[in-house]
């Protein structure tokens, strides 16, 4: 975890990053250190149950609620831009 803190701190030191590139930087962290604690390639059952939390389902819920939001207000104001001109 120390390693993947001191690597994003350089990665994102002296950038401006927009919260999509900052979303998609952090996905890409936590897809590594997952695989790193969980080890890739292991044959998992398909019957085994999922070990996600009900709260991080919660919030992964959220997110993807927020996100909905987001894209409705980001096509709101392209209708707004075609409009205008």
Not at 29 to 46: D, F, P, Q, R, S
């Amino acid at each position: 975890m120390q390693t993947a803190n001191k690597a994003m701190q350089e990665i994102l030191d002296g950038k401006d990053l927009n919260i999509t590139q900052l979303n998609r930087l952090i996905c890409a962290a936590a897809t590594v250190i997952a695989g790193e604690i969980n080890g890739t390639g292991g044959y998992k059952l398909e019957t085994q149950r999922s070990k996600t939390h009900p709260w991080v389902r919660r919030i992964q819920e959220g997110i993807k609620d927020i996100r909905k939001e987001l894209s409705a207000l980001v096509e709101i104001k392209r209708d707004n831009r075609r409009h205008r001109t």
